[in-house]
């Protein structure tokens, strides 16, 4: 075998078991809480999040055409046997030490971002580079529920930027505390 064929197969073996390490990464963060108490979930695909297009701008059409998956997953203390916080901190830890770069409120361009959220209430994840994710994870706590909102495609941080503007054009704030 010639030494880049060899190389190649290197190479191939190794972006496998990368790109499987993040796909279990978030598929063990939403089977974590499958079918417990408290959780609700969901996902919809690209064909499903299109029919909300008639409702939003062009910027933001942009950004929908992007996406191929999203999940949400709400976790409400009242109804299961773990605390928020612990919830959160949980999904908190497989992000982070499953290869996902950390996204700061100071990256995402919107008014209340700034201003609401802090490192102890929301944390954002991305997969894959600031210009071109694979996955792109809000995390959030509020009293007694913990939040996780999944988007998957080909997106970027100017992405969130266009869909965080629709946010302040439409007066939709999000207070975490």
Sequence with gaps: MSFFVKLGI??????AS???????ATKKVYDMFEGKDGVSSMSLSKSA???YEMFLD???????????????????ENDGQLTSQN???R??????????FTITSSEINCRGCKQQWNSSDALLW?????SAMSEFHILLIDRSDCLLFSFFGNISIDDI??????????QITVNAN
């Design 126 to 130: 991305g997969r894959g580079s600031r």
């Design 18 to 24: 990368i790109v499987g390490t993040a796909q279990n």
């Design 87 to 89: 919830v959160f901190d």
């Design 58 to 76: 062009d910027d933001t059409k942009d950004v929908l055409s992007k996406l191929t998956m999203f999940r949400f997953l709400n976790y409400d």
């Design 91 to 100: 999904i908190a830890n497989e992000f982070n030490s499953s290869g996902y």
């Design 161 to 170: 930027n266009k869909c965080a503007q629709l946010s302040d054009k439409a």
């Design 49 to 51: 999040m299109s029919s």
């Design 10 to 15: 290197l190479l191939a073996m190794i972006m």
